[in-house]
């Protein structure tokens, strides 16, 4: 977490990290150090040991100062408007980086960081070394990667307060289906056919007014489309009695924490293939959930859950290592989990190519689904953080499969 | 345009390009040359005259395929799971660019893109120049930024419909407005006062019912707060009777285009000065519309609505450029506009500091504003297509101050 900085920075022997960008959307390292939107972005630099300082556009002054950056300086302040007319944006933001290092006095070892595009990066940072300036690169995880992966309290709390409203967002989604009548093997909402673009108009409609953003997408696989398991659902798939229905939503407060959650439900009877598979996803989930906790391997639990699916008879990602093509489209075909934060998809990861220990703090969906073409897929999701002697499990829906 | 790829490879002395990341959300520059979005991204590889390929997860081949790119591998086929599980992620890594790069020819000067995590993305370069690979970094605008500048029709016609359905949107509010009654300076809707906070509810569900993103959150400052060009109005904030409201409003179709328009209104009657600004600020627009044309210059353009506002009294950039500090906060604070795709910011920019001539196809938004801390801002921002002989403007809303 951000208070382990120093610390972190020493072990990655760093004396200096920057991180910037031209703005804080869609960028969460530097949304991450700042605490803040900023639409215009900035410089953060932070010298070991010393309070970090930001530096950003006079338009954007108000905006850092609800951050958690104290010393907020502005680009005027370094002449830059003068260099930018002099000099043109490429060597006036040569110049900028340049003066802001040399202000602070950062010396040694300087991480770089953002989520920005690299090509004109690379030529930054190529000008600032012949500067004389260490800049370097870091393999993953780097510093900013470790410090996100364990979440404190005031980040737990936010992403809890996502998950209610998600939440609720999927109870009132579910209202809809269980107002639905079947007839045949339609299903009807207000006397016509429901299908999936009706839903996820309901659905958009519910994420909005809990004030969350739908970043990347429902998804809501009905039918057989659900045996692929990023398959989202096209508007005019409908809505069939006994078919199952995977509903995974991942919204994100406007510039802010995600949350991650998934269901699979049936209207109506499920069929027993359905039923079983189901059955095996949830006691995969609650074994995966009864072992997760801090020092629990990564791999060993993943492995764990691949043999309750093996022993029913499924295949699982091990198989896919062993030259089974099949398995790649049957089975359990994923990871077991990812973390979540200000991202859907970051440290730590769950899965059998991962042997790395969880740590207190880590936050993580646990996953497991089945999938077989031609029927469908089962998968059952929930946000959960890791302590000490087990998991605090964010996510509070039932986890039924009929409705 | 991307159809410019080859010659464009050209002129920047690149034999080839690598444009990459973990996912197409939040990276601009991988869903533009994919166009598709891809939950775990990809690495696009063209070498010039040759057509391009792209490379994904197996989970992704369906995503990949509802984009332009035929050559599609997936990662299996460089053993990429093996040599994952062999000498883990960084390592894996380079090797799998090297081994696509080696089996595709891609040799010379390798352009290299992705909007992703810089420093990890250092390391990942580093490692492949070991390798022998010439990958280079670019000075903006770099190859991609120089493509994405200039639209197609397609892009063009993707942006028009996200400003039909943003536009919709606006009328919807002004209708909440417009149903509003007054009540000495109150303003009540349905019986009670009407407050930012409930007005933006309102925006929400109007774009999610659009089915757009509203990924950076809309601007409605209303009153005082409107003098801060960036402020984007408070839940709390109370509107009323006779002072200005800034509505700035830039959705995102789903992973996509965007559109950003902004009107200034006010419930009741303007005072003089709002009015007297407004005006000028509509002057300030149609003189900047009427000069706008390929060829036309972005610094030109911007000085001849400076100098409509100095004429009136009102301080303007230029200002700030001879050291004028009150320039910093009143007056037209900001540049006359900005380019707009796939993000809200990117090129052309339309500012004093910038000596370039717009190109045909440029997509720019054209939004002169006036602002006086106290009192409030005044804004009006249409986003038009440079032609030959002048602008064709996507913005068609009513720029009437009073409702």
Same mark, same amino acid.
């Given at each position: ?214 970043? +990347? !997408? ?6 057989? *489309?659900?045996?692929? %398991?990023?398959?989202? @659902?096209?508007?005019?798939?409908? #809505? ?119 740590? +207190? !703090? ?6 497991? *689904?089945?999938?077989? %073409?031609?029927?469908? @897929?089962?998968?059952?999701?929930? #946000? ?20």
């Amino acid at each position: 977490m951000l208070s382990d900085i120093d610390q972190e920075m020493k072990k990655h022997d760093l004396n200096a990290i920057l991180v910037s960008g031209e703005s804080t959307f869609g960028n969460p390292e530097l949304y991450y150090v700042i605490g803040a939107g900023l639409a215009r972005g900035g410089i953060y630099l932070k010298v070991r040991l010393h309070d970090p300082i930001l530096v950003v556009s006079n338009i954007d002054v108000g905006s850092a100062k609800k951050g958690r950056i104290k010393n907020i300086e502005t680009y005027s302040e370094y002449e830059h408007e003068k260099t930018l007319q002099r000099y043109g944006r490429n060597r006036a933001q040569v110049i900028l980086y340049d003066k802001v290092l040399r202000e602070h006095k950062a010396k040694g070892r300087i991480g770089f960081y953002g989520k920005v595009e690299v090509s004109s990066s690379l030529a930054l940072v190529e000008s600032l070394r012949r500067k004389g300036h260490k800049i370097v690169g870091e393999k993953r995880p780097t510093l900013v990667d470790v410090l996100r992966e364990t979440k404190d309290r005031a980040e737990v709390d936010r992403i809890r307060e996502v998950g209610s409203r998600t939440e609720k967002v999927v109870e009132r989604a579910l209202e809809v289906l269980r107002n639905s009548s079947v007839q045949g093997t339609d299903v009807l909402y207000q006397g016509e056919p429901l299908t999936v673009g009706k839903i996820k108009r309901h659905i958009r409609r519910f994420i909005a007014e809990e004030n969350l953003v739908d970043i +990347e !997408g429902t998804i809501f696989a009905a039918g057989t *489309g659900s045996a692929d %398991p990023h398959y989202r @659902g096209a508007e005019s798939d409908p #809505i069939r009695e006994g078919e199952p229905i995977v509903f995974d939503i991942f919204p994100q407060e406007p510039g802010g924490y995600c949350f991650d959650t998934t269901r699979t439900y049936v209207v109506g009877k499920p069929s027993k293939e359905i039923k079983s598979m189901h059955e095996t996803v949830l006691e995969a989930q609650l074994t995966a959930l009864d072992n997760l906790r801090e020092g629990a391997n990564a791999k060993t639990v993943t492995e764990l859950v691949c043999s309750i699916f093996e022993k029913k008879g499924y295949k699982t990602q091990r198989d896919v290592t062993r030259g089974d093509e099949e398995a790649r489209t049957h089975g359990f075909i994923h990871s077991l989990g990812h973390g979540i934060g200000l991202t859907i998809g970051e440290r730590p990861n769950l899965s059998v190519l991962v042997d790395e220990n969880l740590k +207190e !703090g880590h936050v993580t969906s646990v996953e497991p *689904g089945l999938y077989k %073409p031609g029927l469908g @897929g089962v998968r059952i999701e929930d #946000i959960v953080v890791i302590r000490k002697n087990g998991v605090e499990n964010l996510s509070k829906l039932d986890k039924t499969l009929e409705l």
